[in-house]
């Protein structure tokens, strides 16, 4: 059942189901008595890190938080196929942004290869384990269904057969897919997850870590419950869909000699309108060019958020306020772009950027004059202080500051109209210069020098305010504006390349820009006045200043 929710409602279902249950578990009499409450969050390193995940780490490493107890950083590096190193430095690298540590408790699946080996030995020396030659086709046309068993005609194999084959399956005997080690529960069980599971098969592919040393692997269903008990993990919090799974968990855990049983709680995961977060999806739009990588800022990935200006801070904040559900549900991606805009409107710089730069020329003022304007570096914290603006007789705006024949309703620059230059003067607008092709390249107009600061001491009013940089001291800057990846709010509902958003990125080129901001440093974010949040971007050099759009000002989240 997948139900869309408004954040509020999702909220409100139960935002503290999982610290009830802790509560529980470590209160008197609970399973977990006296026992410092430990979880763990497991990615495999097959693939960046997305927004989804950010809400997994929240509640992983934030749930150790709220009782005092610790959180297990592990590679769950069971599948060697598309597992890589530079996932593993880019996942560490994704937690440490968010603000969580794991200090040294960091572990690789293949750490435990070994004894998980000796383990399924045990289970077949045991009668609960056994060596199963069915081909993954005849494997899924022997399912059964609801009203008929699974069949398998190896499940009686002799134990000693089944020990000999699975020693040579480790030896590398056998071919992919020839042989697998097969659980021996229910085959006519209604969960399927218990029909006789896999729990090791054959791949004769190099391990990121392991090389060569091993051609058989755990499957995840066996390995994970194994790896939580070794290392003493007492809340295993994972997604909803391993609700079904947790009979095996627990079956794994209590047929296998283990030191610990930890308790497996379930999640909603995290879904977002108007984007992708299957990670075989994500790297297809990667792999096929249909962004520039996995930083891309178009995507969900937390690297393509950062550098998109998104910030720990409206991250955690967004993971927080949508709550811990027990329903998949379907969060607004505006509601993501609101608790953005919140954070950046209380840190943000406040500067002035012209990103469709016309002149503006003020024809009665000096021409060999200038001057300057002390300017509050952000209004929501004074602490942060002020700079100092230059301004001059040419000046760059905004070219739709400026209308020859105004419509309805249009307060700024237009023959004969007054507009305040923002912090700066009063300007009535005189005319305009063409092209020859009709298009506006100067703009003129009259300054009134009593109106410093912007005020009309004789009380008049002017409707509209607009902003400027001095044309005297500007800097060029290639400006990039990012909007949703996709068209529809449910790509997934079919083939989600045909909804690919052919304006998801327009480049600027020749904004203009403070002077100030050639210093600044990446990941810096500003508010580019009337325009939006902006950020630089990694490739961003004094010389060629590059910056991104995070958000713009607007905020469609409808607060309910």
């Known amino acids: ?100 540590s794991w200090d040294d408790r960091f572990y690789y699946a293949s750490d435990y290869f070994p004894q998980m080996y000796e383990m399924a030995v045990n289970l077949i020396r ?157 790297r297809q739009l990667v792999e096929n060019h249909y962004v520039n990588g996995w930083d891309d800022p178009r995507m969900p990935t937390l690297c393509g958020l950062r550098r998109r200006g998104y910030t720990p801070a409206s991250i955690r904040n967004f993971c927080e306020r949508i709550g811990v559900a027990k329903v998949n549900s379907t969060v607004e991606y505006s509601f993501l772009e609101h608790c953005l805009r919140e954070d950046l409107n209380l840190n943000a710089q406040r500067t002035m950027a012209v990103l469709h730069p016309v002149k503006l020329v003020l024809t009665n003022y000096p021409e060999d004059q200038t001057e300057e304007f002390e300017v509050e570096n952000n209004p929501e914290k004074p602490q942060n202080g002020t700079r100092k603006v230059s301004f001059s007789r040419t000046l760059w705006i905004e070219k739709e500051d400026f209308m020859e024949e105004p419509v309805k309703g249009y307060f700024r620059l237009f023959p004969g109209n007054e507009v305040r230059l923002k912090t700066a003067y009063v300007v009535r607008c005189t005319g305009c210069k063409k092209d020859e092709n009709g298009n506006v390249v100067e703009v003129y107009a009259e300054y009134d020098p009593q109106t410093r600061g912007g005020n009309t001491p004789d009380g008049r009013k002017v409707k509209g305010t607009i902003h400027w940089v001095d044309a005297e001291t500007a800097v060029d800057a290639e400006v990039r504006l990012y909007d949703s990846l996709f068209t529809v709010p449910d790509p997934e509902a079919d083939d989600f390349l045909e909804h690919i958003n052919p304006d998801s990125l327009k480049v600027l080129q020749n904004c203009k820009v403070e002077p100030s901001l050639v210093n600044e440093k990446v990941p810096k974010s500003f508010q580019f006045m009337r325009q939006g949040y902006f950020c630089l971007d990694y490739d961003s050099t004094p010389e060629h200043l590059i910056f991104n759009r995070s958000v713009s000002l607007k905020d469609s989240f409808k607060k309910k």
Not at 27 to 49: D, I, M, S
Request: with cysteine; aromatic share 10%.
């Open 1 to 100: 059942m997948n139900e869309k929710k408004s954040n509020t409602e999702e909220t409100e279902i139960s935002s503290n189901f999982i610290q009830t249950f802790i509560a529980e578990d470590i209160a008197p009499g609970g399973r977990f008595e006296g026992k410092k409450v430990h979880t763990r969050f497991p990615p495999e390193p097959n693939g960046y890190l997305h927004i989804g995940h950010a809400k997994a780490i929240c509640i992983d490493f934030g749930m150790a938080e709220k009782f005092g107890g610790i959180c297990n950083l592990r590679m769950d590096d069971t599948n060697p196929t598309k597992e890589d190193t530079e996932y593993v430095d880019a996942i560490k690298e994704d937690i440490r942004w968010l603000g969580f």
């Open 126 to 282: 045991k009668g609960l384990a056994y060596v199963c030659q069915l081909t993954p086709e005849q494997m899924r046309e022997n399912r059964g269904d609801l009203t008929h068993p699974a069949v398998s005609p190896y499940r009686d194999r002799p134990i000693e057969e089944s020990l000999d084959l699975f020693e040579r399956m480790r030896k590398g005997e056998f071919r992919d897919g020839e042989m697998t080690l097969r659980a021996k529960i229910d085959l006519a069980s209604g969960n399927f997850n218990m029909r006789d599971p896999v729990i090791y098969r054959i791949n004769h592919i190099e391990h990121h870590r392991t090389g060569s040393e091993w051609c058989i692997y755990p499957m995840y269903d066996f390995a994970h419950p194994i790896e939580d008990a070794l290392e003493g993990i007492t809340h295993s919090l994972c997604t909803l869909e391993f609700e079904d799974h947790r009979p095996l968990y627990e079956w794994v855990i209590n047929h296998i000699d283990l030191p610990d049983k930890p308790r497996q709680i379930e999640f909603a995961r995290l879904g977002i309108n108007n984007t992708v977060m299957s990670k075989r999806k994500l």
